[in-house]
């Protein structure tokens, strides 16, 4: 019997398909490093006990690497049989698909294990563990392509907590940031690993926490970093050092990602420092950084920040807070899940707290708004600190050995 589908039904189908598309989440902080997915048809409120838990894992070892997901397979890292392991998964399932050792396991009394996201870059990918092993793995024989010390390579010296960054990758490059006196921040060939260009900053700074993002901004197409000492810009093509700012950071750990939007970029630390405003201006070949404003209502320490329609969100210290980008004026502060990680998705914000509760909350600047809770179960004893992931219609929550996954979807 021939079935006879209505014009209206067609467009309810079409709609809905096209509401709950799938999105790749391909690497640390999103497919575009801005702690955004563009996923809709989420839900906009969760039951009194959250959101479906549809599976959870064991066995994927120590560490605080979150979650990335490609063609439906997930990748993490994590100490187990005494080393640095990268892990496949099955995204519906959990099921661990594969595992690839890149070195011995990085410990640390905070908690052991790599602290980086893997890199998806079509059939490879890359990794880099927290004594500063840098891998590039094929995603279908499992097997190490290349491998690199990169702290060995650039005379670089291990952070106190570890190497944390999580590689960017940039059409046949490599960006990573050893911080030794032979490299700030180097660009790798991606196929081989042999070095493209070095840049070093005049006071050499060692590496930061956090991992490098692309902008224009200016004109001028370049890399900025966040390390031990001052937020950088790189010219992409060839490494050379184009400006420098110390407004947002502190002796101690500069871990927060910079935030990028137009000509403007935003950093952000704790240790009491807070947050600076940046504008990028190009004249001919050099970039000035135009110091805008610096707050200390912002005083974001590892849990990441993302700009929605002009406002950031990000936690100060154990505040949840929400400010106006443009004058660093406070629109609200709510304590909710107290300090942690934060992702946003279909106007709303997925808050991790470290100790463990998780909220959804309207990415609304005129108010707070809470329309969710709940605990994450099978806590560890450390902190909850890799960043929560949405993908294809789906939360991920890393702990340690634990990996948990809930349905979001409408």
């Known amino acids: 019997m021939r079935r006879i589908v209505s ?23 999103g497919p575009h490093r801005d702690n955004r997915s563009s996923e809709t048809g ?22 605080f690497s979150t979650v990335s997901v490609s063609g439906g397979t997930l990748y993490t890292m994590g ?56 891998a590039c ?18 005379d670089g010296e291990n952070i106190k907590w570890g190497i944390s960054e999580s590689v960017l990758i940039d059409g046949d490059r490599l960006i990573c940031t050893p911080g030794g006196s032979k490299g700030t921040v180097v660009a790798l060939d ?24 692309i902008t224009t901004a200016g004109g001028v197409k370049q890399y900025v ?32 990602t910079a935030l990028l939007t137009g000509d403007y970029v935003f950093t952000a630390s704790g240790y009491g420092t807070g947050g600076a405003l940046l504008k990028l201006n190009a004249d001919g070949d050099s970039v000035e950084s135009e110091f805008m404003y610096k707050t200390p209502m912002m005083k974001n320490h590892h849990g990441g920040m993302v700009i929605v329609d002009g406002y950031i969100y990000g936690a100060n210290n154990n505040v949840w807070t929400c400010m106006d980008l443009t004058t660093g004026d406070v629109k609200w502060a709510e304590r909710s899940v107290g300090k942690g990680a934060l992702v946003y998705a279909d106007g709303h914000l997925y808050l991790r707290g470290e100790k463990g509760p998780v909220a959804l909350v309207e990415a609304n600047p005129e108010k707070f708004v809470e329309t969710g809770r709940f605990d994450q179960p099978e806590r560890s004893d450390y902190n909850a600190w890799p960043h929560p992931v949405i ?20």
């Open 190 to 213: 991606k196929k081989t690993g042999k070095e493209i260009w070095t840049s070093i900053t005049k006071d050499k700074a060692r590496a930061g926490y956090a991992s490098a993002v």
């Open 7 to 29: 014009a209206g039904v067609l467009s309810l189908l079409f709609f809905t398909a096209a509401s709950l598309h799938a999105e790749e989440w391909t690497q640390f902080r």
């Open 225 to 256: 970093q966040f390390t031990s000492d001052a937020t950088i810009g790189i010219r992409a093509d060839n490494g050379q050092f184009l400006w420098s700012n110390t407004a947002s950071a502190n002796p101690v750990a500069n871990c927060s």
């Open 79 to 134: 100490n187990l049989d005494g080393q640095e392991q990268v892990f496949a998964l099955n995204e519906k399932t959990g099921k661990i698909l594969w595992q690839t050792a890149i070195g011995e396991a990085y410990e640390q009394g905070r908690g052991n294990g790599p602290r980086g996201t893997p890199t998806i870059d079509g059939d490879f990918l890359y990794v880099l563990g927290g004594s500063g092993n840098l």
């Open 42 to 63: 989420l839900l906009t409120s969760w039951p009194e006990e959250g959101p479906k838990l549809l599976w959870t894992t064991h066995g994927i070892g120590e560490g």
């Open 391 to 410: 993908a294809d219609g789906k939360l991920y929550l890393r702990d340690m050995d634990v990996l948990l996954c809930y349905d979001v979807r409408q």
């Open 137 to 154: 793995i094929n995603r279908t024989t499992h097997d190490v392509v290349w491998k690199l010390n990169i702290l060995d390579e650039y």
